[in-house]
């Protein structure tokens, strides 16, 4: 099939992406929800082996603002979050979500534990574990891809950038060379990979954005988070705002951008998510990301537009690397 001339009306059902849904119902066969669950762990980040401070964009709950608590069991804590969603979805197959703070930051056995306990959840179809690329040593690699061997097993590695001057701004603690090698390695050991990506974040220009976005997509990845910068009450990032006011997206900026992103993306890729939904009462900006289904139908709506789809111009953006300085090429005669 030809990507680049005809747009494939019937390859991901009624969109024009590689979307998570679709890719559910291809591989399970019906609609799959993922429940948050939290594994009790901390970050190094904050426990002061890398650093106290996290990221700074990183809220309280550690990005785990809807798992549930970490006081219930791994069963418990599924049974509450499958009871708490029931009343909006008739799911009966669910992926079970570890997403607050770094979920291999911890002894073997005690993951084993943990993850032995989800897997084996007779309503639990596959494995999420988010994490840091810098928490993933050789015996825990070993346990994924054990239980990989169970059921279908990813991992969702938090790069937001490739920039080494954002990468020092936001507190991340890693480098893009350790995010390399444990890509690399968990290719290796035959674990399907999902990358973050944060856009908007302060000081970046869109071929900034766009630079980072054409990197990952040239990795052996499986999918990509696309997350919108929140700016939300209680990081230091709010601070920061607060003192020095920077550019965020509007709604008609952002999903333009969303669409020059698919746009540049292998068709082979899972996008997981192309916005993000804050919690509400810490959200300070951007506002109207609250409205998730306005979003995603102003996505839908560019796409058609634009006559468009995911990979449409694809190879046809490289980046140039010279040191930590990354630029994009060419993505102006696109349009």
């Not at 106290?52 to 549930?68: E, L």
């Not at 920077?246 to 951008?257: N, V």
């Not at 890729?269 to 993000?276: F, K």
């Amino acid at each position: 099939m030809d990507f680049h001339h005809n747009q494939p009306k019937s390859t991901w059902g009624e969109k024009r992406y590689h979307s998570l849904d679709y890719h559910f119902k291809t591989i399970f066969g019906e609609k799959i929800y993922r429940l948050s669950l939290n594994g009790g762990m901390s970050c190094p980040n904050r426990d002061g082996h890398i650093s106290t401070g996290g990221c700074i964009f990183c809220s309280a709950g550690g990005s785990g603002d809807f798992a549930a608590s970490p006081t219930l069991s791994i069963t418990d804590q599924i049974e509450e979050a499958k009871s708490r969603i029931s009343g909006k979805t008739n799911c009966t197959k669910f992926i079970a979500y570890f997403q607050a703070y770094t979920n291999t930051y911890a002894p073997v056995n005690y993951l084993r534990k943990i993850f032995l306990e989800a897997i084996h959840h007779p309503d639990i179809v596959a494995l999420s574990i988010a994490t840091r690329c810098d928490c993933l040593p050789e015996d825990v690699l070993y346990l994924l891809k054990e239980l990989n061997c169970i059921k279908p097993v990813w991992v969702e590695l938090g790069l937001q950038t490739i920039h080494a001057k954002t990468l020092a701004f936001i507190r991340s603690g890693f480098t893009l060379n350790q995010f390399d090698t444990a890509v690399a390695n968990l290719h290796e050991h035959g674990i399907s990979v999902i990358t973050h990506l944060i856009l908007g974040l302060p000081g970046e220009s869109k071929d900034d954005m766009l630079a980072s976005l054409s990197y990952v997509a040239k990795l052996p990845i499986s999918g990509l988070k696309l997350q919108l910068l929140h700016i939300l009450k209680g990081t230091d990032l709010a601070a920061y705002y607060e003192s020095n006011p920077f550019w965020t997206f509007s709604l008609e900026e952002y999903c333009d951008f969303i669409v020059d992103c698919i746009e540049l993306l292998p068709p082979d890729i899972v996008l997981h998510r192309i916005t993000g939904d804050g919690p509400r009462k810490l959200l300070i900006a951007p506002l109207w990301s609250t409205d998730k289904k306005r979003v995603l139908n102003t996505i839908t709506k560019r796409l058609i537009e634009r006559d468009t789809w995911q990979g449409k111009y694809y190879n046809m953006v490289t980046i140039q690397s010279q040191g930590n300085f990354y630029k994009i090429q060419a993505f102006s005669l696109l349009k």
